[in-house]
């Protein structure tokens, strides 16, 4: 049986417990205590996409804060633009924005209340109160985690895209946004009018020089209305850039029910692996709470720790991903434990990834590959192979492409890298190799279906063509023929003896 580690609810006695009723979870809730006082917390963050990984990562590393008793005018201003964070506002509303974060690894889970966010905005279409909120001098940082496919980027440049419906709409009506970034040039406009310091706006999604883009997409958007305004941001405001990791599952069935043996009443249970690393760029002029003192590592140096994530951890979830899926494989960690899909995984990271990522600071990164396989093995995590195959279209040009990119201008091997291209394309068609349909796994999932089966049918250089995931590659003659050849074998042999022959000729 699996060890548990949990703060349990004091004696009623405790005065401890007694002597401030914010400083724990009511019975109603069912939640271990918060072991400081939260009514001693002022909000200096206000956070923009409260889903799971912002819960079990920025807000974790607050609440450590906390818990020392430091930063107590950092908490955290949860907010939303969309209709899920309406749902998550309604359901953290009635939980007094406590909510748990089980930590699971072999053999053991540690639970843990989380406090540092102490309200969350109304969500509205127009964004007034969220603009109010950023518009308040205490806020010295605004964050974001809303997901890799939210900054507006153009598919085939991966710049901003200012022809986006959404960012054009906000244009038109710059006092009324519907967007993030809309709404955080509101509120900037307001911080300059009251001769007030703008906050630093810290991305915390998955994405190469996530700052940078993020600056793009503000000042992009903000040029289209005021470009005098656009002119004092990109002279102004800090955008830092950072690395965000931790693996972090969907709640779904298997997350709740774990939360109910625990004996935790919490509509909003969050799990994720005992790992977490937070890199960034160390440029907040308003200030910025000691995160160094919980294990954030501040550097100037993000974009080589970045580089490397994304090309090992997430090109190797990618790479995983796809094999188990046709496979029909359910789990992560049961993908794993498929010596083959192993085994493939684990030469194309030594010999078509690692060769093309640069050195990075007291990291070995043969050392990193090992720790990565060792966390997508933990079983107790049990996240899913779907969830890692969703969104290939926006994931794959910055997880996959980029290393088959560098490996064929330095001449090194690539064709485990286009085999995997190979096996996405066949996942694509909507069958795994076991007979089972695979539902719509994509944004794009009617444009990925089609060409899936146009590249089986006819022209399988119609996969490569698709310039919003490969760019230039797509007019590669020689990559299109070994394309070609792959995707033939994954057809004709399946995917298994594809990888298996790929293997031998190593």
């Known amino acids: 049986m699996p060890t548990v580690s949990c703060l349990l609810p004091k004696a009623p006695g405790d005065t401890a417990m007694t002597s401030n009723p914010e400083t724990i979870a009511p019975a109603s809730v069912g939640l271990p205590n918060v072991d400081y006082n939260r009514s001693a917390l002022a909000p200096g963050i206000v956070h923009i ?40 506002r309604d ?15 072999p053999g053991h889970q540690t639970v843990r209340t989380i406090g540092a966010i102490t309200d969350f905005i109304a969500v509205e279409d127009e964004n007034a109160a969220l603009i109010a ?13 809303v997901t890799e496919g939210g900054y507006f980027l153009d598919p085939d440049t991966g710049t901003f895209d200012a022809a986006s419906p959404e960012i054009a709409a906000d244009a038109i009506m710059p006092d009324h946004p519907r967007t993030a970034f809309g709404a955080i040039i509101a509120a900037l406009r307001t911080r300059r009018e009251l001769g007030e310091l703008p906050f630093a706006v810290l991305s915390c999604d998955n994405l190469p020089h996530n700052g940078n883009v993020t600056r793009d997409a503000v000042v992009g958007l903000c040029r289209l209305s005021d ?17 965000v990791d931790r693996i972090t599952p969907a709640t779904g069935p298997h997350q709740r029910a774990l939360a109910a043996e625990l004996g935790l009443h919490d509509a909003a249970p969050v799990t994720c692996e005992p790992f977490r690393q937070w890199v960034i760029e160390d440029h907040f002029p308003a200030g910025r709470p000691p995160l160094e003192r919980v294990g954030v590592i501040f550097t100037d140096r993000v974009d080589a720790y970045e580089l490397m994530k994304i090309r090992i951890l997430n090109g190797g979830h ?10 029909g494989i359910e789990f992560v960690h049961e993908g794993m434990r498929d010596p083959l899909i192993r085994r493939f995984l684990e030469a194309v990271l030594d010999h078509e990834v690692i060769p093309n990522v640069p050195p990075v600071p007291d990291v070995d990164l043969t050392t990193y590959k090992r720790q990565v396989l060792e966390r997508f093995d933990n079983p107790e995590v049990a996240d899913t192979i779907r969830r890692l195959c969703f969104d290939g279209s926006n994931r794959q040009p910055k997880f996959i492409v980029p290393s088959l990119r560098d490996g064929l201008a330095a001449g090194g091997k690539t064709d485990g890298l ?31 279906q089609a060409q899936a089966r146009l590249a089986r049918l006819s022209e399988p250089e119609a996969w490569l063509n698709m310039r919003k995931v490969y760019g230039e590659l797509g007019t590669d003659t020689a990559l299109n023929q070994r394309f070609a050849a ?4 994954v057809w004709c042999n399946g995917s298994r003896q594809a990888m298996e022959t790929y293997l031998r000729h190593l």
Not at 72 to 79: E, N, V
Not at 91 to 105: C, D, N, P, R, T
Not at 318 to 327: E, N, R, V
Not at 486 to 489: F, K, P, T, V, Y
């Open 418 to 448: 286009i085999l995997l291209s190979a096996i996405w394309c066949r996942y694509c068609y909507g069958e795994d190799e076991i007979g089972a349909t695979i539902a719509p796994n994509d944004p794009n999932w009617p444009e990925l």
């Open 133 to 145: 909120a950023m518009s308040d001098p205490t806020i010295r940082i605004v964050s974001l985690t």
């Open 318 to 327: 990618a790479i995983l991903a796809y094999c188990a899926g046709l496979a």
């Open 227 to 243: 470009p005098e305004l656009a002119k004092w941001i990109t002279e102004e405001v800090a955008f830092p850039n950072s690395m």
């Open 91 to 105: 359901i953290l509303a009635g939980q007094k924005f406590l909510y748990s974060v089980i930590e699971v690894g």
């Open 49 to 88: 996409g409260c889903g799971n990984f912002h819960r079990a990562h920025m807000a974790v590393y607050l609440d450590d804060l906390h818990l020392a008793g430091a930063a107590q005018d950092w908490a955290i201003l949860a907010s939303g633009v969309r209709e899920d964070d309406r749902h998550m």
């Open 486 to 489: 792959a995707l033939g074998s």
